[in-house]
């Protein structure tokens, strides 16, 4: 099965299945402006690298088919957003309505009160749609400041049943965006996240993948 969508221009994918060349590579052309390399500097990309090279594995042992990150700025302020799409075997039974339904009931009652879902219609499918807030530990080596920190982080989670025809067994597919930004989230990110969302179709194929077409710039005509 192929999961065809649109993401903004602003987002770079994030390669998945990283060797730790591979993450060196990146960490390192994403820091291109810094071109004098001390000891630990070094040292710092090299932490930098086997972190991204773990999160790289693991995201694609998990399903994900795309994973991509935006820097950019926001009414003056920087901003940072994450995004992943993933297919996961999910055995839902006959009905994606009823698999809906039963997985907003679930999520809601494991996420707690300061998160709220509901199930929508959209081009894919019906739905399953959460927002939150939750809260991750930055290690030392990817905090600014140095420092081991906690960062809250406002959550955008759409899970759609894939409809029958296309999977045996059933998938689900997954959208998971986050940003540390918790006040650029309803202006900013929430109309790019529901653009994302109704961009979203599956088609066949024998091998599960994506194919990704881009969307214009966040605020320009059609936005």
């Given at each position: 099965m192929r999961v065809d969508f649109s993401i903004p221009v602003e987002f770079e994918e994030v390669p998945l299945g990283m060797d730790f060349a591979a993450a060196w590579d990146e960490v390192c052309a994403r820091g291109a402006h810094e071109s004098h390399m001390t000891e630990t500097r070094?040292?710092?990309?090299?932490?930098?690298?086997?972190?991204?090279?773990?999160?790289?594995?693991?995201l694609a042992a998990s399903g994900v088919l795309y994973a991509g990150n935006c820097l950019h700025s926001f009414e003056g302020e920087i901003s940072l957003g994450s995004l992943a799409v993933?297919?996961?075997?999910?055995?839902?039974?006959?009905?994606?309505?009823?698999?809906?339904?039963?997985?907003?009931?679930?999520?809601?009652?494991?996420?707690?009160?300061?998160?709220?879902?509901?199930?929508?219609?959209?081009?894919?499918?019906?739905?399953?749609?959460?927002?939150?807030?939750?809260?991750?530990?930055l290690p030392s080596v990817l905090s600014p400041t140095g420092e081991r920190a906690e960062v809250l982080t406002a959550q955008f989670h759409a899970m759609i049943p894939v409809p029958a025809g296309f999977d045996e067994p059933r998938r689900m597919c997954l959208v998971a965006f986050s940003t540390p930004q918790v006040t650029h989230w309803e202006k900013c990110y929430a109309p790019l996240v529901a653009r994302i969302l109704r961009s979203l179709r599956f088609a066949p194929e024998d091998d599960n993948h994506a194919a990704v077409d881009r969307l214009a710039p966040t605020g320009a005509e059609g936005s």
């Open positions: 070094e040292k710092s990309l090299s932490e930098m690298a086997r972190t991204l090279e773990a999160i790289s594995r693991s993933a297919v996961v075997d999910f055995a839902y039974g006959d009905d994606p309505a009823t698999a809906a339904r039963g997985t907003l009931r679930g999520i809601l009652d494991s996420r707690g009160e300061n998160w709220t879902g509901s199930v929508i219609d959209a081009p894919c499918g019906q739905a399953v749609v959460f927002t939150g807030g939750q809260r991750y530990v």
